[in-house]
Every structure is written in C-alpha cells, then in structure tokens.
C-alpha cells in the first residue's frame, strides 16, 4: 500500500471516529437536557425509591432480592413502560422532603397524599387505599382508643402517623375519621422497629403503635403478641410520588404512570396483587 493511500485510509478513520464521538456527545447532551421519561427509556432502568424493611409493602430478602406489594407494582409498571425496575433503600424523611437530586426516579412505598408533602413531590394516582389503626400488645387491657391519653404511642418518621398524632394531618381526599389522642408520641426509623419493641411486652417500651392495618395484620399473622385496638383513625389514598424538582422535568414520567396505573387498575393487576398480598382487595376506596 502507498504511503498517500495508508494517509487517506488515516484520514478517512479519524474523520468517522470524529464523527461517532460528536454523535455520542450529542446523544449524551440530549439526553441530559430531555425530561425524565426520556431519560428513564433510554437508560432502559427505573430507579426505585422504597422500603427494605416494611412488610408485606416492601422488603429485602437475605439473598438480596425484594418482594412485596410495592416491589411488584413497581416491577409491573417498570415493564409498561419497557424497562425494569432498580431498588433503593432510602429512608422514608430523606424521599418526602424532596429535592432527590436525580439519584432516583420515583418512590413506590406505599406513600399517603397529603397537602405538605405535595410542596416537594408530585403525586400520580392512588393505586391502593389503607386504614390506619392503632396496635397493642395482646397483654394491653386498654379498650378504646381514648384509653391512649398519655401512652407512649411509636410511629414511623415522617409519616402520615406522625402528623396524626402531631395534629398536623391534612389528607387529600380523605377526612380523619376519630380525632387523634394527646399521647406521648416515640419517632421510629420505620414502623416494623415500632411494632419490634411494642412486642418486647405490654408498656415495655411502648403502649401501642399506629400503623397501616396490613403491616400491623402482617405483623400478628408472623408471630408477633399484638392485637388492634378501635376502628380505623382515617383512610389513606396511596400514591407513586416523583421529585417535584427534579433536575429533569418529571411531569411527563408522572402522566405515562397514571395512564399504566389506570390500566392496572381496570386489568385488575393491581386487585390480583392486593388480593395476594393481603388477602383483600384495597385497591377500591373505602366508602
């Protein structure tokens, strides 16, 4: 081969591979300045917010793998929309203060909508619906909810449990069914931890606990000395929140999951999914 022909196969190679490197760099920076269903498509993976340690919602098996009601829903949704689902722990007051920075998609965890933490997030539509009751221990000789003055009551921080008992709930929706007891209210990493050390004994620790009805129900069906203590205190519309500010606009991520949930909901995935979870179907709203 010449020597001018060896420098024009040269040229022709670095003009291609110019080529391929603005085209990547391009792809890259568009991307980077598309909204976040774009982003989500062309990644092929949505990140999921959500809990390890909430059953049956959400949990971490030992061998690493995640099961629940949340970790499906978000598996089915995450395959509408052609891509799968990633799992992150995060904690529960890190995801409802907002501002996630990107480091992940949405939160499937079995999130209440209310008027405060619609400030920081955006809200699709509910794909289930829960009571929320208070717990004791199967020892407790309390019998209506108004025996609770001045117990040590454990709820998980940030949730709607807390605002409860803080006076601070506003649902969107949904109205309070029994005005909350003035208590002495214990802040818990999650609600399982709550129930864990309500367990240790009548007034061990604790009193008594406010949680979702299937996590307290799961809770006594796995062993756990516990029993419910008065009607449910309000219902609560749950929904998959997204960051409100989110570096790349999520708005449009927000209208593509309410039309996959719409469909889950007259497939009847979602009730299929509750029904295996729970036992019942809470995908309807509680009239």
């Known amino acids: 081969m010449s020597v001018s022909r060896r420098r024009s196969l040269q040229a022709l190679f670095l003009t291609l591979a110019g080529c391929w490197a603005l085209g990547t760099h391009q ?16 990644r092929g993976v949505l990140r999921v917010s959500t809990d390890s340690n909430y059953r049956p919602q959400s949990y971490l098996n030992p061998d690493g793998s995640w099961e629940g009601f949340d970790v499906d ?3 089915e949704i995450a395959k509408r929309l052609g891509v799968k689902a990633e799992f992150l722990d995060i904690n529960f007051d890190v995801i409802t203060a907002g501002s996630w920075n990107g480091r992940w998609d ?13 400030k920081a997030l955006l809200f ?9 009751s208070f717990v004791v221990h199967q020892a407790s000789t309390l019998t209506d909810i108004a025996a609770l003055e001045g117990k040590r009551v454990g709820v998980g921080t940030a949730t709607t449990y807390q605002a409860y008992l803080e006076g601070n709930l506003t649902l969107e929706g949904e109205t309070i069914q029994v005005p909350a007891p003035r208590v002495d209210i214990r802040i818990y990493d999650t609600d399982s931890l709550a129930l864990q050390d309500l367990a240790l004994g009548d007034g061990t620790r604790l009193d008594a606990v406010l949680t979702a009805l299937p996590t307290a129900e799961n809770a006594i069906r796995e062993g756990l000395p516990l029993k419910t203590l008065g009607d449910p205190v309000y219902y609560e519309a ?3 929140a997204l960051d409100r500010s989110s570096p790349a606009p999520s708005e449009s991520l927000q209208a593509k999951i309410n039309e996959i949930l719409e469909s889950m ?3 009847g995935t979602l009730t299929a999914l509750s029904k295996r979870y729970y036992g019942i179907d809470l995908t309807k709203k509680a009239e």
């Open 238 to 240: 749950l929904a998959v």
């Open 27 to 42: 792809g890259s920076l568009l991307a980077q300045g598309s909204d976040l269903l774009a982003q989500v498509q062309e």
């Open 265 to 267: 909901h007259a497939d």
């Open 124 to 132: 699709t539509i509910p794909y289930y619906y829960t009571p929320a």
């Open 106 to 118: 949405v939160n499937v965890g079995s999130m209440t909508v209310t008027a405060e933490r619609q």
């Open 73 to 75: 829903v978000a598996r």
